[in-house]
């Protein structure tokens, strides 16, 4: 038998460690080649390490959550019929979701003897209570006073107290999310702002020309239509399609609109890139976005695509609110948040009409962008959305 370490392998784009996010062994297994030994997560993805060659587990270096440097030592294998212990860095596989985190185990295994002192144990029989049937909030399940009273009290008012706690440790993509999150927040000082837009017209031409290439091309969402706009509107102020390093205090300006599309996954948000926006038509748009979409739900994205933006979007959808703040994807300096569409009614001139209306609410760099740069751009965001032709005119 002879040792052999697997190292955590070298992920690219110059990252230096990666959080472990999941074992998917555990020691004294036996392993055959490319069985996924782990997964690690980075600023971009999810990546499997498998195991490249049989053997069984001996050892596993790091709790899940842990950050781990690239080419430390991730596991040890014992090898039958090899002499020599040798370090290898293994590929790693492609992406996959980050797996939600574990539901803790619950405390009292169902059949077994609930957990309870002896005073707790005479009260309850006092009282008529069948133990079995109270939940404890003690350590390990344990049953105490407490919890003889929440239930008593519940048997009452029909209603029960619940005391419990349950402590997740945040790992994986939502700790990425909240250190971005951070990173913006504390970083950037945001000037937001919210504007209405009347989507009649809009929303009768994209209901038209689904309706006339149903099932030849794809579907067209409102993004698309945002991403013309955005594409129009940076033409004329080059600084909103930036990334500022503020370290160096260096703007770099665009020239390529790389538009991030915030989208809400499972294991939380990312931020996919549509690339070169500027060179694709309406109908590349909308199956590029939706490509991405599906990739990034479903784990299949690749890193490159998770990184690069110029300038993001932030929808919430049908859920959204009549206005939100949306936080800046550093190191940008623009962001266009879309909100929930609704009928209102607005004013003529003579009469109130009903009209489909959608809040956009935009946040900057306060830094780069003056308050009244910032209005004209999402002015003339209204403007292209209130009359699509415009987006479509050649300039």
């Known amino acids: 038998m002879a040792r052999f370490e697997i190292k955590l392998p070298d992920i690219g784009e110059g990252i230096a460690e990666a959080e472990l996010s999941e074992w998917n062994v555990k020691v004294g297994q036996v392993v055959a080649e490319d069985d996924i030994l782990a997964a690690v997560m980075t600023d971009k993805a999810t990546v499997e390490v498998p195991t490249p060659k049989p053997g069984t587990i001996v050892e596993l270096n ?32 492609p992406a996959k979701p980050t797996p939600k985190p574990p539901k803790p185990a619950t405390a009292q295994v169902h059949g077994a003897k609930p957990l309870a002192s002896p005073a707790v144990r005479k009260r309850a029989r006092e009282e ?61 000082p945001h000037i937001t702002i919210v504007e209405a837009v009347e989507m009649e017209v809009l929303e009768t031409l994209r209901a038209t020309l689904n309706a006339e290439h149903a099932g030849t091309r794809p579907k067209l969402t409102l993004l698309p239509f945002l991403a013309r706009a955005l594409v129009e509107a940076v033409r004329a102020q080059p600084d909103f399609n930036a990334r500022y390093d503020d370290e160096a205090g260096v703007l770099t300006r665009h020239a390529g609109v790389h538009i991030g599309i915030a989208t809400q996954t499972g294991a939380g948000l990312t931020v996919p890139v549509l690339r070169h926006a500027e060179a694709a038509t309406l109908w590349n748009t909308a199956d590029e976005i939706t490509r991405l979409s599906d990739a990034s739900r ?30 800046i994807n ?66």
């Open 330 to 395: 550093h190191p940008e300096v623009a962001i266009l948040g879309v909100n929930k569409m609704q009928v209102r009614p607005v004013w003529d001139g003579t009469t109130f009409q009903p009209k489909r209306m959608m809040n956009l609410s935009a946040s900057f760099d306060h830094r780069i962008i003056d308050g009244y740069d910032a209005a004209i751009f999402v002015q003339k965001i209204k403007q292209l959305l209130e009359t699509p032709a415009l987006m479509f005119v050649e300039q």
């Open 62 to 93: 790091g709790d899940v959550g842990a950050m781990l440097a690239i080419g430390s030592t991730l596991a040890v294998l014992d090898i039958k019929g090899e002499e020599v212990a040798e370090e290898k860095t293994v590929a790693p596989a």
């Open 128 to 188: 008529g209570l069948t133990l079995s049937d109270i939940r404890g909030s003690g350590p390990a399940g344990r049953i105490q006073h407490e919890d003889l009273d929440a239930h008593l009290s519940g048997a009452r008012t029909g209603r029960q107290r619940l005391t419990q706690t349950e402590e997740i440790k945040i790992t994986g993509l939502r700790r990425k999310i909240a250190e971005k999150m951070v990173t913006s927040a504390s970083r950037i």
């Open 298 to 327: 479903d784990g299949t994205i690749a890193r490159e695509e998770l990184g690069g933006s110029t300038i993001t979007i932030t929808s919430l959808g049908p859920l959204g609110a009549i206005a939100t703040t949306p936080i």
